[in-house]
């Protein structure tokens, strides 16, 4: 699986728009992006995910660039409930085979001032 | 509709001793994983399972045992713990894309 790059902490005011940022340069054509979020020692939680198309869904937007070897998450309004550290992994498609499971980096702490 | 489910959450071993954390899901996800968690870092897979009956190792497979007997349930086995095993256990399944994660164990080693 790709690596990816991540700023290790960012802040945002409550409201705005978080915008977090991955770089993953030496991305597969069959690989996805996946973000995760983990607030406070909790079970990481499945934000979303996308191949090479912009994605939104009820919690967040996913941009990918159109060379693919980066993305940004964004959370559009966001709240004090969203400070949490937030993944960024790339693997291949889970249809594809091989193993299963996640690779964690450190991620980025998102920190959301009032 | 509980999830995934992890117990114990807190549990503290003395050196040598073995345990077993617990593993359950409700959902029918085929994929299950474990996952230990040391301060300050990312997640990393120990072990995992596509379905009853098959299991294959993650990065850090050394110190742990797993069966996958049913759908259900995946349970993760220390044989003899030591210090080094001391972190945060999380469980995981899916189905989909997405994963499912329990809220953890926290294991200290003395």
């Known amino acids: 699986d790709a690596k990816t790059t991540q700023p290790p902490s960012m802040d945002c005011a409550e409201g705005r728009a978080a915008n977090l940022p991955c770089n993953h340069s030496t991305i597969s054509g069959n690989e996805y992006v996946y973000w995760y979020r983990q607030i406070h020692s909790q079970g990481p939680q499945y934000i979303i995910h996308g191949l090479k198309n912009n994605e939104t869904n009820e919690m967040a937007s996913l941009i990918i660039t159109e060379d693919r070897k980066s993305s940004t998450l964004i959370l559009p309004h966001a709240t004090l409930r969203d400070t949490a550290v937030y993944y960024c992994?790339?693997?291949?498609?889970?249809?594809?085979?091989?193993?299963?499971?996640?690779?964690f980096g450190k991620g980025t702490h998102l920190i959301i001032q009032p | 509709n509980a999830g995934v489910t992890q117990t114990p959450k807190f549990q503290v071993l003395k050196t040598g001793q073995s345990m077993t954390l617990q593993c359950a899901q409700d959902m029918n996800h085929e994929y299950m994983s474990w996952y230990r968690q040391d301060p300050g870092m990312g997640l990393r897979l120990i072990h995992y399972s596509v379905g009853a009956g098959i299991t294959d190792q993650g990065e850090v497979p050394n110190g742990y045992n797993v069966s996958r007997s049913t759908t259900e349930d995946f349970p993760l086995r220390l044989l003899s713990a030591a210090p080094s095993q001391t972190s945060v256990y999380f469980c995981?399944?899916?189905?989909?894309?997405?994963?499912?994660f329990g809220s953890g164990t926290r294991l200290t080693v003395v």
């Open positions: 992994i790339v693997r291949v498609s889970y249809s594809g085979g091989g193993a299963d499971g996640l690779t």
């Open positions: 995981a399944s899916r189905r989909g894309y997405g994963y499912t």
